[in-house]
Each structure stands twice: as C-alpha cells, then as structure tokens.
C-alpha cells in the first residue's frame, strides 16, 4: 500500500473558522486527491493536483482551496467553515490512474 | 442520470457464497475500472484495477468489464467474513491534466458466519 497519511485524524471546529487538513506521501507520487465522502452523495473530487504547484478544481470545490509545495504534501484549506462541510475528508495519491487513499479525516463544524 | 450507478445494497449472504457486485457506466470515455473495498471508518483500499474488457482474477477476486455494454462486475468466491465491507466501484478518465475517478455510491456487503 502507498504510505500516506494525514492529520489530523479527527477535528471539531466552529463556524467561520479557518481549517487545514494535511495529506502526506511518501512514494513520490505525481498525482494528488482530495475527496469528501457523504451518506448518499460517496465520495467527491474537491480539488486535485498534477504536480508541484498545478492544481486544479474538482466537482465540490466552493469553500475550498489547496496548495502543493512540496510532491509528498498536499494541504486542503477550508477558508470559513460552514456546517456544510462537516464531512470525512479522504485524501489520495496516484503514480498515473489508480489511487491509494489515506485513513481519512473527520471533520465536524459545529 | 448518474455517470456511475451502483446498486447500494445492502447485501447479505451465508460464508462460501459466491458474491456477484455490479455497475453500470454511461461515459464511453472511461479508460480504467477499479474496485475498492471500504471497512467502516477507513478509507477505500484498492482491490483491483483493469484497463480492457474481459476477466481478470486475483484470488478469490474476479473482476469482469464489458465496455460494449457499459457493464463491470467484481466476483468474490469462497466469501468469508472479513469480506463484510463496503466495494466501491470506480471508473478513470484523462480530463484537464490527471487521471480522475468517478465512484458508485458503494454496495455494503456482509458475509454471515
């Protein structure tokens, strides 16, 4: 299995706050993911990268924004939480068309 | 209409039965079929990948794609217990720069001692 992990595992937090999630890698893999995953909706692409500093928007990308510095890290920023987007945050990576997940992040915005 | 569809289940069947999951895609333009397998609060393990139609076999694992009929299945023998998951199905397509997934919504499997 591709080594990836990310932190936090579990978080609460209030509306209005800014939150970032971290994803990180380390099979120096090219392709980049970040998903939702929601009863009746599966998982969704938010954004994803293509390399250093190429990113692009997914299906849900509206209150969200990523960065890409370094190839093994992959940062998503929720820029004002809203209880909309209390969810499990799945990240992935990719060396060309399949991907490995990570374990996951719980978010609750309260 | 959904791109992927996938029957939610849930699914339950005695152990040593054969497992038949199933769906059906609308995107001629899919490249990739994948099935993963999801136990409750963990993320999605990749179970297998193929890129043409036809079987592939892995184990006690079957994976089938028909993409004259926007059709795949994935095929468990011998089931056992710990099979009891959740098995996503999910299709590839090159689009602005990367390989994306689309996911069916999951079928929830349980095996029955």
């Known amino acids: 299995d591709a080594g990836i992990t990310q932190s936090p595992r579990h978080k609460v937090t209030e509306t209005g706050t800014p939150v970032t999630l971290r994803c990180h890698q380390t099979e120096n893999h090219r392709y980049m993911y970040w998903y939702r995953q929601d009863p009746g909706h599966g998982l969704r692409l938010i954004h994803y990268?293509?390399?250093?500093?190429?990113?692009d928007k997914g299906e849900v990308s509206d209150g969200y924004s990523v960065s890409r510095s370094k190839t093994e890290d992959f940062l998503l920023t929720l820029e004002s939480a809203t209880s909309s987007q209390t969810s499990v945050y799945f990240c992935?990576?990719?060396?060309?068309?399949?991907?490995?997940f990570g374990p996951g992040t719980r978010l609750t915005v309260t | 209409q959904k791109e992927v569809e996938q029957d939610p289940g849930p699914l339950s069947v005695p152990e040593g039965a054969i497992v038949s999951l199933n769906c059906t895609y609308s995107n001629s333009a899919f490249q990739y079929f994948m099935w993963y397998r999801q136990y409750s609060r963990k993320g999605p393990e990749l179970l297998m990948y193929?890129?043409?139609?036809g079987n592939k076999e892995d184990g006690r694992f079957t994976a089938q794609v028909d993409k004259s009929s926007k059709y795949i299945s994935l095929f468990i023998r011998d089931s056992q217990p710990s099979d009891s998951a959740t098995y996503l199905c999910?299709?590839?397509?090159?689009?602005?720069?990367?390989?994306?997934?689309?996911f069916g919504q999951g079928t929830r499997l349980t095996i029955n001692p």
């Open positions: 193929t890129y043409s139609s």
């Open positions: 990268s293509y390399g250093v500093k190429d990113t």
């Open positions: 999910a299709m590839s397509a090159f689009v602005q720069g990367a390989q994306k997934l689309v």
């Open positions: 992935a990576s990719s060396p060309s068309y399949e991907q490995y």
